[in-house]
DNA sequence: TATGAATGAGGCTTCATTCAT
DNA sequence: AATGAATGAAGCCTCATTCAT
């Protein structure tokens, strides 16, 4: 009995991890597509025969079409939120500017990505299905804002950074990380092929600004740290 | 034969000047609408209905459904573009901040308008329609940067500036400028309620970014200048 | 300019009459289809297909399907209300059961569109859009309780009708031509082929349900009305 | 061998009993979902998803989805038969009116389960599967009309009922409570709440229609049968 | 010249049925 | 034997664009 009980639980088991490998490739599949071509140009066949899958086993995995982009958007930003945690453990065990670096180099890690996530969200701001899912995404975007505004307040405090409210200054890092991802795409100038290095200098400016200018934030090698 | 003529000239000038009234309508009313609504959800009957013309009629005026966006970007790109000249200007005549501070303040004026048209970038990227006139755009955009260049150049040479490419510069205000304005719609922080504030901290640091710290430019109150 | 005018006023009549015709064949198509087979194998296709229209244009005329159905109820019970006003009229002239004959008449005229829009009635029972419709319809119906009730009331007081509430005895009569239709399809019964007298049969205990015996309402010829 | 034998047949017996309790499990578990909501929204996930077995056993028990909807037919119409011909026993024992006042009791008795299987057998009625079985249905009711013309030609003879062929008789009785039923769901007009005494005046006319008027049929207390 | 009715490709979603485990 | 993941046909609806009047 024991062995079968435990063939069968391993079965059950083999099952599950075959089901959310396949939930995997879904995504993996959807991902590839947006960014490959523009985002409403991909539909869920297209998703379905890329993952190499029926049009109907998508929604065996997801309720909506809504539902995908939603999951693509919410593995992005947990994996986001555990690197800004790790910068900020960083910076308050004494190195300013860490978790603004941290927080940068996630999000220019896969410009590419980010940007979708940007551009999903737009899309989803309305969708009816998904609405509470995004609600929660919101709340854990704000979650994180608790240890950022009290790292913040030292740093403040140490006359480090300007003594404005310390949304400011995580908000202000905010937009320029957005801006730079959306900078790496743009038609306009993406004809620079020193992204690389444009990026470090806007990381770079993303460490010290709102800095008072009484100190200089390490600016050196990334590698420092 | 001269009064005729002249009368018939003025009728066909008549005509151009409704026919140009009409075509203001069509994109007046598709920014409205754009603004208003989801971006996918404004269809061109809306617009036309809205114009309070016909549907057909739209066709006359634009090629595509496309043509109206690229037109709303181009009328919108070469209004930022003669702010940031006159920004240029005043730079270069002493009042180092200026081009930056003329930057932001055109692009956060209307930061639903900048947004939009960020947003119908994106969704013209790989459009074959309007694929000349969007290269023409990229070009337009691009022309500034001679003069940027030049003015940024002699900044760097003065020490106030970081002697990096003077793209570096320019690029970094137009990403932070792009998430300022994206910042003002997320719907993650758009609880804070001092957005205006905010957007002065933010044109600070636009204005200083990449500076060398031996000067800090002029952080003052914006009707100096 | 009057002519002019004239002209063009025509034209618009024109165009009106030709939209209102085409409406008119997507309603006609939707019948034959919807008596000929299945109500749930009717699809919009097949309606504009035999409409000979394409299926863009049926939405044109109506905003969902569910509103060519909840069309066909409407106008069905647009009829019966008036032969059922006439009956009543009748009635209280001094014939007794021509509402109920005349009831009977005009459902049994058609049975297959009566029970058609039986049918089409319990579908929509729960559609979301047609739901205010609906309720138009059932208001309608109801409205034609008072004149009843009144010509009802008069009977019982001559004695002709069991004194019982008014809608029994024309609740009693809905239901009884309710079920006499649905017997003009049951394949269970309909081998029988004498349904015309079979009707007459129904219709003369139509007329008489509920009577209290004391007089016998006329049964004869219904040509006698 | 002998006890073998029989073990083993036990175990067969055991296994068919609880196959068939399954069966009716699946049966009880569509039913209870047809009365609760929308036939159409009733699928076969949700029918085994409530009968507690996996949708794939479904399959070992009917070959097709109608062939559930067939079953509850069946099992209806059975039981209806049944109670049909204990009224005619007593009819014929003298109590006239008796057959019919058991047609509608038995009818009206779960009006929702009567009004359910007219829905369903609209439904089957081209069904290319179960074609078999539904023309099966109809001869069973079929059946019962040999007693019940025998009844009645005694009571046409005794002069009780009207001299018409004797399907007049059963067949407007069929009508009647096939329209009673519907008046108890139709939206227009279940607003009143006496659902209960309209039903017994209803039975009344049933059992009562096409009598001749020589005679009073017994319309007191049900009881009294 | 202005119009708007007509079009139909194409998107999302549902669900009865199959079949490998 | 029981399961439920996979399938794909089929349904409804939208909307950019055309073209006859």
Redesign the pocket.
């Known amino acids: 009995m024991t062995e079968a009980n435990s063939s069968s639980t391993e ?1 059950i088991r083999e ?1 599950k991890r ?2 959310l490998a ?1 939930e995997q490739r879904i995504i993996d599949a959807a991902l590839e597509l947006f960014i490959d071509q523009r985002i409403d ?1 991909v ?3 297209k998703i ?1 025969s890329r993952a190499g ?5 998508v ?3 997801f ?4 539902e995908i982009l939603m999951r693509i958007m919410l593995d992005y930003e947990k994996q986001l939120s555990t690197n800004l945690a790790a910068g900020i453990r960083k910076a308050e065990a004494g190195a300013p500017g860490a978790a603004a670096r941290a927080y940068f180099e996630s999000r220019l890690a896969r410009p590419e990505l980010d940007r979708l996530v940007q551009q999903l969200e737009v899309r989803l701001a309305d969708a009816q ?1 998904v609405a509470v899912q995004l609600e929660e995404l919101h709340r854990t975007r704000r979650s994180n804002e608790a240890s950022l505004s009290q790292m913040l307040t030292k740093q403040i405090e140490r006359g480090v950074l300007e003594d404005v409210p310390t949304h400011y200054h995580y908000l202000a890092c905010w937009a320029l990380a957005q801006g730079a991802v959306e900078l790496c795409f743009n038609k306009s100038w993406n004809y620079r092929l020193d992204t690389e290095k444009l990026m470090e200098f806007i990381t770079g400016i993303g460490m010290t600004m709102g800095n008072t200018g009484q100190y200089r934030a390490d600016r050196g090698d990334p590698s420092d740290d």
């Open positions: 079965r099952k075959v089901f396949r140009s539909t869920v066949s379905a899958i029926g049009k109907g086993t929604y065996k995995h309720l909506t079409k809504n299905d």
